[in-house]
């Protein structure tokens, strides 16, 4: 079996997919693709693959991974043509990484930059969150909802600009299983500390996952 | 981009009921079509998209290039109120476009508890609700599918309905249409002279009707020179050679049947009298084997779904079972696909089938013998014994299964106590069937259910005009089985009779029945076939303040003489 690391993203037409639904979504274009995915054994066979993040419903990406299999050593770039033509229109394929060994672990993705565009009257001194010592906000964990201070969990945020009512945001935060920020929740902590700031509505993109400061691919 | 659609599908379930963009959905620019085209379904998105009739009107319609046939369903409550608060309209799936601009839009008319979504879908969508009201920029606006065939109750919302099968019909009505808008678009009168005379066109504005004192129709006469005296239903002849779409649209989300289905054949031999289908889609008419293989190939490459079944009235009936079922099994154990089967009547041939594709699941069989008693199951023409199902049981229990659901219908004409005290005992000796196999040989956890649901009369068949059981019998005939159930291990589960007293008042209803359609909707009526929706006292005051008495449809026993299914 060859082992591959897939680079993918999804536009707004089919932002509002949720995890479960992509990946019956991605199940059913690999049975529709002329590839040779490694299939699970048991009853009900599926492809065996695992995917870095789910991407969160309403988000946009250019920058998920997923790990899969195939029976034999494909050429990468045919990989990325066929999945291209087997998925739904809005879905992209934009690399396909043959895995040596152990080199890439997606398991240790710890970072994300998003672009965040937040309706608002007025924008934010994005200064005026970075200069804090703490951030307590409300964050749904597994035993529900918590005050949890994400200023540690913080990396970058940066204003880049305020048009038509639209302001946006770049930010780098924490991402994966050790510690998962949403983008909506650093705006929200915006809204508590910045001072006659509130928003109406935020639209995230996933620009880069990161293993700590390095890109995955 | 932060768009008015994005914030608001934030914020509702299931956003892809709405987003489209689906595989093999299908995309057409615009401009290049002369046909503008909007298949609605009167029900929200995991219905509609489970629909065979849907998959086939769609996919033939979009085969032409001068038309663009797009999708429209019921918003679910969440979305509608959304989009009523934001002044969102009614849109297609497929361009996201407002329908009220479309040429025509065809609603498909499966069941009658979705009359009320019909209303709201075209107050929804910032059309007039009454044909009589829209005006020559509004689209023109059909209906078809089963309900058509006594569409009465909606006719004064329809332009026209297309009565029979739609695959050559829709072509035909689109050719007049495209001809209509060349020709200038005079009216939609004259576009409506027109399309009477391709055949099995209803047009009910070109049609008086009259009544008795008594509150029965006296006479239908048509208003019009070019409306005939009666209208036939459309028959495909070659069903073999009928399109049946070799693609098909993959949700997203999951949607009530997730697989490919295979229409085998149409229509149904049986000819138990109580069943609409059974009468309206006859003539029996199969595919073969071979070309049904064909089409199971394809749609599993272009789909990717894992799963396939058959469809049909009766699928045991199909004469080329095993050949397909040869073939499909050859298929599916390659590509790693599961073959899901309908119910079959149980015989070796079947059960052997089972053991085939089931492998390990054995999950429950259901079998509908309509009626409790012998005399009973003659009556409606349900051509199966006693002794057919306790040798299927039977032979099920030894087979390892130990899950039976056992169909029944109550409020059957002619209908006595005993015949309804059978049905617990019919399910007591399929128990029997259980136990009478050794215990060390029989598998655990035996689970009979009884379930019934209360007879509607409906046009067009054997008992069209006999009275409906009162709302009082149905609950005491329930209750007499309840009563007689002879174990424990036997469930007795029935659905609620309310629902069913309202399809009987719309199956055999007449145009008075609109006004009260559109009042239980501004009174809030929608969504009738889910109970978190239903509001059979909104209804009933709706009929009531029409003036209009439900028992006067359900109750009566109507005589031979009487007009009672129009001039179809």
Excluded at chain 2, 198 to 223: A, H, L, Q, R
Excluded at chain 2, 457 to 477: D, Y
Aim: include cysteine; charged fraction near 30%.
């Amino acid at each position: 079996m060859a082992k591959y690391i897939l680079k993918y993203g999804r536009d707004d037409r089919v932002k509002f997919i949720s995890h479960l639904d992509f990946v019956r979504c991605f199940h059913r274009a690999v049975r529709r693709s002329a590839l040779n995915f490694e299939f699970s054994q048991g009853f009900n066979p599926h492809p065996v693959m695992t995917i870095a993040q789910p991407m969160p419903v309403g988000v946009t990406s250019e920058c998920e991974y997923m790990k899969v299999g195939f029976v034999t050593e494909l050429d990468a770039d045919a990989i990325v043509r066929e999945l291209n033509r087997a998925m739904p229109p809005g879905f992209m394929f934009y690399a396909a990484h043959k895995l040596e060994a152990k080199e890439i672990d997606l398991t240790k993705i710890s970072r994300a930059e998003y672009i965040v565009e937040i309706e608002c009257e007025k924008p934010c001194d994005v200064s005026m969150l970075m200069a804090q010592e703490e951030l307590i906000v409300p964050k749904k964990t597994k035993s529900g909802i918590k005050d949890s201070d994400i200023r540690p969990h913080i990396f970058v945020v940066e204003d880049m600009g305020f048009k038509d009512g639209i302001q946006t945001v770049k930010m780098i935060v924490s991402c994966g299983s050790a510690y998962n920020l949403k983008p909506q929740t650093v705006v929200e902590a915006m809204a508590k500390y910045c001072d006659g700031f509130t928003f109406t509505f935020t639209a995230s993109h996933r620009r880069r996952m990161m293993i700590d400061d390095k890109n995955v691919l | 981009m932060i768009t008015l659609k994005d914030k608001i599908l934030s914020g509702v379930m299931k956003p892809t009921r709405y987003t489209g963009g689906e595989m093999n959905a299908v995309i057409k620019d615009a401009k290049s079509v002369d046909i503008r085209f909007g298949f609605c379904f009167p029900d929200v998105y995991e219905i509609a998209m489970s629909h065979l009739g849907l998959k086939v009107i769609y996919h033939t319609l979009n085969t032409r290039s001068d038309t663009w046939c797009e999708r429209v369903f019921a918003p679910w409550d969440d979305m509608e109120k959304e989009m009523r608060q934001h002044g969102m309209k009614l849109f297609a799936l497929e361009s996201g476009d407002e329908v009220k601009d479309f040429d025509i839009l065809g609603f498909t008319l499966q069941y009658e508890l979705s009359y009320s979504n019909i209303v709201n879908m075209l107050d929804l969508a910032g059309i007039p609700v009454l044909a009589a009201d829209r005006g020559e920029e509004h689209p023109i606006i059909y209906g078809g599918g089963l309900c058509a065939y006594n569409a009465e109750p909606i006719a004064d919302i329809f332009d026209f309905f297309m009565l029979g099968e739609g695959e050559e019909q829709v072509h035909e009505t689109m050719e007049v249409l495209k001809q209509w808008k060349r020709d200038g678009r005079k009216s939609k009168r004259e576009l409506l002279e027109r399309l009477v005379k391709i055949g099995g066109i209803y047009v009910p504005s070109f049609y008086n009707v009259d009544y008795n004192e008594d509150g029965t129709i006296k006479s239908i006469t048509p208003n019009n020179p070019n409306a005939p005296e009666k209208v036939l239903k459309r028959v495909v002849k070659d069903f073999d050679a009928t399109y049946a779409p070799d693609t098909i649209i993959v949700p997203f989300g999951e949607v009530v049947h997730d697989r490919v289905m295979l229409e085998v054949m149409r229509g149904c031999m049986r000819g138990c009298r109580f069943c609409q289908a059974g009468y309206i889609y006859r003539p029996l008419r199969e595919r073969k084997p071979d070309t049904l293989l064909g089409l199971a190939d394809r749609l599993l490459s272009c789909s990717g779904y894992d799963e396939i079944s058959l469809a049909s009235l009766s699928t045991s009936d199909f004469s080329g079972l095993p050949e397909l079922t040869d073939g499909l099994l050859k298929i599916t154990e390659e590509k790693k696909i599961g073959l899901s089967l309908p119910s079959l009547r149980i015989d070796n041939f079947s059960l052997e089938l089972m053991e085939k594709v089931q492998k390990v699941r054995k999950t429950g069989i259901t079998f509908a013998p309509e009626a409790g008693t012998q005399r009973m199951r003659d009556v409606i023409n349900k051509n199966i014994t006693e002794e057919n199902i306790v040798e299927s049981t039977k032979l099920l229990f030894a087979g390892g299964w130990t899950n039976v659901k056992l169909y029944f219908m109550i409020g059957l004409p002619s209908e006595t106590d005993e015949d309804v005290k059978g049905i617990p005992a019919l399910a007591g000796r399929v128990l029997d069937q259980y136990f009478a196999i050794p215990k060390e040989e029989r598998a655990k956890n035996i689970n009979v259910t009884i379930s019934t649901s209360s007879f509607v009369p409906k046009p067009f068949t054997a008992f069209q005009w006999v009275g409906m059981n009162s709302r009082e019998e149905l609950i005491r005939k329930q209750r007499l089985i309840k009563e007689n159930v002879p174990s424990k291990r036997i469930r007795y589960t029935y659905h609620d009779n309310k629902t069913s007293y309202l399809e009987g008042v719309f199956a055999r209803g007449d145009r008075r029945l609109c006004k009260a359609i559109i009042k239980a909707v501004e009174k809030g009526c929608k969504f009738d076939a889910w109970g978190e929706f239903f509001d059979f006292d909104k209804w009933m005051e709706a009929i009531a303040e029409c003036g209009l008495d439900p028992d006067f449809y359900t109750a009566r026993e109507r005589t031979y003489k009487e007009v009672c299914r129009g001039i179809i």
